[in-house]
């Protein structure tokens, strides 16, 4: 064993690295994003580690070598277990051979998502065990027992940290590599009587489902880390306790005085819930406020529990209005809570006063190609009744004025389906449907042959920037790269879209504003379902060799380029433009716009 100071993505990967996985898949999508590169990085060779297209396909592989004895690790954010949903349904009925751990990183706030659901939820409609981690050291720790678990059940299970777990940093004990378990494995073994789902089988795994969760709430009453910590000097006098989970229940403990009475359940397996537990805890209460982030899962199974077993004890939590509904707790919110909950006050702390931050609303990068790609497709379809449709990406901040370029978005690879329900509703407007080279791969793609099959006309616009931007730079099936940066033939965008049929695809530098409007022009007017694809480079991996400037003696004032395009490398200064040169990266699109020729010198890429 040894000490390493650990962000709690890096702790998880390493733990599945000391349980002995084999095999490492998923799908970029922050907080969960640097359990993957953790084990490409320091993984040994013979354990595969890839970037699946989307979070169904990383399942599926990972239950491919889970049916072959393997030990599978899946990572993805909440929203991405949506798209594995399907695939996990009958795998939770079919079960697994090897140890399956599929994390599941939620973002309460949401910081970085488009929702805030529960996975601990989502584990109880899929009837999959879920183990939810406080701490970065427990987090190490529980993705080994997860595996054992799997193992010995044989049903994948949830690991489900979230933002302040995965974020954190700690000092931890972790095993030094000869430590790590080796697990022999069979491979796969026939057995069409298992492996192939019918209703017959279904049935029968239904009522084993039922029966093992059954099992393992009792089960979980004696796991660790499903706790009671009594409070200390009084102990019992108030009556009254606290449920909580995760962080939450770190936000807890900072809250409770050293000579606290409170007894705390520390639940860390919301599902099955530890129902004998529970009832231990319960007995002897009057009161307990339940504190939980996102869904009130504890607060409701404290309910059953107390109905179940005919316990007078009052459940406060988020159905009572004792615990915010939505969104992050904190330590300063639970504390108000406990407060409030035990009915008492503390010396308010004064704040020290601090200078109000600047506002600084979300932008695209200054450089980035997908303003320049906006602006080609809004100055070509000026004045035609035309719907852009966005996708989750960088180019969602396509939506922010002035370029105002996103009119719908809802969910990876949905643009594309939306400009077709439009279309089909509305055949008077023009439809576009944004979506980036990443984004194509893991859900754009059977959009695009729903679009040319039903005979939509739309154009696609397909943002290329050649990387996973949002969360960090991922390669691609479109970059030729692995995850461990491995060349690889690269699947070409294009090509693709040739294959499903499409007859109208054109490449364009969006950087060449003359050319881009042009081509947009040109492709829009074709019938059906046409492409254009705008590649250029990110341009916080592909750095110009030259930055734009203003001649001031050139400049009129008519702030065109700043109004035009919102980037945050221009502004106005004594009543003309003005580059930021420590923000331009030369993309020369304003020197394209301005109407007097007044900025020169950058170099686009």
Same mark, same amino acid.
Request: proline residues 6%; contains cysteine.
């Given at each position: 064993?040894?000490?390493e100071?650990?962000? #709690?993505?890096?702790a998880? +990967?390493?733990?599945?690295?000391?349980?002995?996985?084999?095999?490492?898949?998923?799908?970029?999508?922050?907080?969960?994003t640097?359990?993957?590169?953790?084990?490409?990085?320091r #993984?040994a060779?013979?354990?595969h580690?890839?970037?699946? %297209?989307?979070?169904?396909?990383?399942l599926?592989?990972a239950?491919?070598?889970?049916?072959? *004895?393997?030990?599978? =690790?899946v990572?993805?954010?909440?929203?991405?277990?949506?798209v +594995?949903?399907d695939?996990?349904m009958?795998?939770?009925?079919? *079960? !697994?051979?090897g140890g399956?751990? @599929?994390?599941?990183?939620?973002d309460?706030?949401? @910081?970085?998502? $488009?929702?805030?659901?529960?996975?601990?939820?989502?584990?109880?409609?899929?009837? &999959?065990?879920?183990?939810?981690?406080?701490?970065?050291?427990?987090?190490?720790?529980?993705?080994?027992?997860?595996f054992?678990?799997?193992?010995?059940?044989?049903t994948?299970?949830?690991?489900r940290?979230?933002? /302040?777990?995965d974020?954190?940093?700690?000092? %931890?004990?972790?095993?030094?590599?000869?430590?790590?378990? $080796?697990?022999?494995?069979?491979?796969f073994?026939?057995?069409?009587?298992?492996w !192939?789902?019918?209703?017959?089988?279904?049935?029968?795994?239904h009522?084993?489902?039922?029966?093992?969760?059954?099992e393992?709430s009792?089960?979980?009453?004696?796991?660790p /880390?499903?706790?009671? =910590?009594?409070?200390?000097?009084q102990?019992?006098?108030?009556?009254?306790?606290?449920?909580?989970?995760?962080?939450?229940?770190?936000?807890?403990?900072?809250?409770?005085?050293?000579?606290?009475?409170?007894?705390?359940?520390?639940?860390?397996?919301?599902?099955?819930?530890?129902?004998?537990l529970?009832?231990?805890?319960?007995?002897g209460?009057?009161e307990?406020?339940?504190?939980?982030?996102?869904?009130?899962?504890?607060? /409701?199974?404290? =309910?059953? &529990?107390?109905?179940?077993?005919h316990?007078?004890?009052?459940?406060?939590?988020?159905l009572?209005?004792?615990?915010q509904?939505v969104?992050?707790?904190?330590?300063?919110?639970?504390?108000?809570?406990?407060?409030?909950?035990?009915?008492?006050?503390r010396?308010?702390?004064?704040?020290? +006063?601090?200078?109000p931050?600047?506002?600084?609303p979300?932008?695209?990068?200054?450089?980035?190609?997908?303003?320049?790609?906006?602006?080609?497709?809004?100055?070509a379809?000026?004045?035609?009744?035309?719907i852009?449709?966005?996708?989750?990406?960088?180019?969602?901040l396509?939506?922010?004025?002035?370029?105002?370029?996103?009119?719908?978005?809802?969910?990876? *690879?949905?643009?594309?389906?939306?400009? $077709?329900?439009?279309?089909?509703?509305?055949?008077?407007?023009?439809?576009f449907?944004f979506v980036?080279d990443?984004?194509?791969?893991a859900?754009g793609?059977? #959009?695009?042959?729903?679009?040319?099959y039903?005979?939509?006309?739309?154009?696609l616009?397909?943002?290329?920037?050649?990387?996973?931007?949002?969360?960090g730079?991922q390669?691609?099936?479109?970059?030729?790269?692995?995850?461990?940066?491995e060349v !690889?033939? +690269?699947?070409? @965008?294009e090509?693709?879209l040739?294959?499903?049929?499409?007859?109208?695809v054109?490449?364009v530098?969006?950087?060449?504003?003359?050319?881009?409007v042009?081509?947009?022009?040109r492709?829009?007017?074709?019938?059906?379902?046409?492409a @254009?694809i705008f590649k250029?480079?990110c341009?916080?991996?592909a750095?110009?060799?030259?930055?734009?400037?203003?001649?001031?003696?050139?400049?009129i004032?008519? $702030?065109?380029? %700043?109004?035009?395009? #919102?980037?945050?490398? =221009?502004?106005?200064?004594?009543?003309?433009?003005?580059?930021?040169?420590?923000?331009?990266?030369?993309?020369?699109?304003?020197?394209?716009?301005?109407?007097v020729?007044?900025?020169?010198?950058?170099?686009?890429?």
């Amino acid at each position: 064993m040894h000490s390493e100071f650990l962000m #709690g993505n890096e702790a998880i +990967a390493l733990g599945a690295l000391a349980a002995g996985v084999n095999l490492a898949a998923g799908y970029p999508g922050t907080p969960s994003t640097e359990i993957l590169e953790t084990i490409a990085k320091r #993984g040994a060779a013979d354990v595969h580690v890839e970037w699946s %297209i989307n979070e169904k396909a990383g399942l599926e592989v990972a239950a491919g070598a889970a049916y072959s *004895g393997a030990r599978a =690790l899946v990572t993805m954010k909440q929203v991405g277990l949506n798209v +594995a949903a399907d695939p996990l349904m009958s795998l939770e009925y079919i *079960g !697994v051979k090897g140890g399956m751990v @599929i994390v599941v990183a939620d973002d309460p706030g949401p @910081i970085s998502s $488009q929702t805030e659901q529960d996975t601990r939820t989502f584990g109880m409609f899929s009837k &999959v065990p879920v183990f939810d981690p406080s701490t970065v050291a427990e987090a190490y720790e529980m993705v080994q027992e997860a595996f054992a678990f799997s193992e010995k059940y044989h049903t994948p299970v949830f690991l489900r940290p979230t933002t /302040r777990i995965d974020h954190a940093y700690e000092a %931890i004990e972790v095993k030094d590599e000869a430590e790590y378990e $080796q697990k022999e494995r069979e491979g796969f073994v026939k057995d069409a009587s298992k492996w !192939v789902i019918f209703p017959k089988l279904s049935v029968r795994s239904h009522a084993a489902i039922e029966a093992r969760n059954a099992e393992l709430s009792k089960v979980f009453s004696d796991y660790p /880390r499903n706790k009671i =910590l009594s409070g200390a000097g009084q102990q019992g006098s108030l009556r009254k306790g606290i449920a909580s989970h995760g962080v939450s229940s770190m936000y807890t403990r900072d809250n409770l005085a050293q000579d606290n009475h409170l007894p705390v359940l520390h639940i860390a397996t919301p599902f099955p819930f530890p129902e004998e537990l529970a009832v231990k805890f319960l007995e002897g209460l009057d009161e307990v406020l339940c504190i939980e982030e996102l869904d009130p899962v504890i607060e /409701r199974a404290l =309910l059953m &529990v107390c109905g179940k077993y005919h316990l007078p004890t009052i459940i406060r939590g988020k159905l009572t209005g004792d615990i915010q509904t939505v969104g992050e707790n904190t330590v300063e919110s639970v504390g108000k809570a406990i407060d409030a909950f035990l009915g008492q006050s503390r010396p308010e702390e004064k704040a020290e +006063a601090v200078p109000p931050l600047p506002v600084r609303p979300p932008v695209l990068c200054a450089g980035c190609p997908h303003r320049a790609s906006f602006l080609a497709v809004k100055e070509a379809m000026r004045g035609q009744k035309t719907i852009y449709c966005g996708d989750i990406g960088c180019y969602t901040l396509g939506n922010a004025a002035p370029l105002d370029m996103c009119d719908t978005c809802l969910c990876m *690879g949905a643009g594309i389906n939306i400009a $077709q329900g439009v279309y089909h509703m509305d055949p008077q407007t023009k439809c576009f449907a944004f979506v980036g080279d990443s984004t194509f791969f893991a859900a754009g793609i059977t #959009g695009t042959v729903n679009a040319f099959y039903n005979q939509a006309d739309m154009t696609l616009v397909v943002l290329d920037n050649s990387t996973t931007a949002m969360t960090g730079h991922q390669p691609h099936p479109g970059t030729g790269k692995t995850i461990r940066g491995e060349v !690889v033939e +690269a699947v070409s @965008i294009e090509k693709v879209l040739r294959a499903i049929g499409l007859s109208v695809v054109e490449t364009v530098n969006p950087l060449d504003h003359a050319e881009a409007v042009a081509t947009v022009k040109r492709v829009a007017s074709e019938p059906g379902v046409k492409a @254009i694809i705008f590649k250029s480079p990110c341009v916080v991996l592909a750095k110009p060799a030259a930055r734009s400037k203003v001649e001031a003696e050139k400049c009129i004032g008519c $702030q065109k380029c %700043i109004r035009s395009l #919102g980037c945050p490398a =221009l502004v106005l200064q004594e009543g003309k433009a003005f580059i930021d040169e420590t923000l331009c990266t030369g993309c020369t699109l304003c020197e394209s716009i301005c109407p007097v020729g007044a900025i020169a010198g950058g170099e686009k890429l």
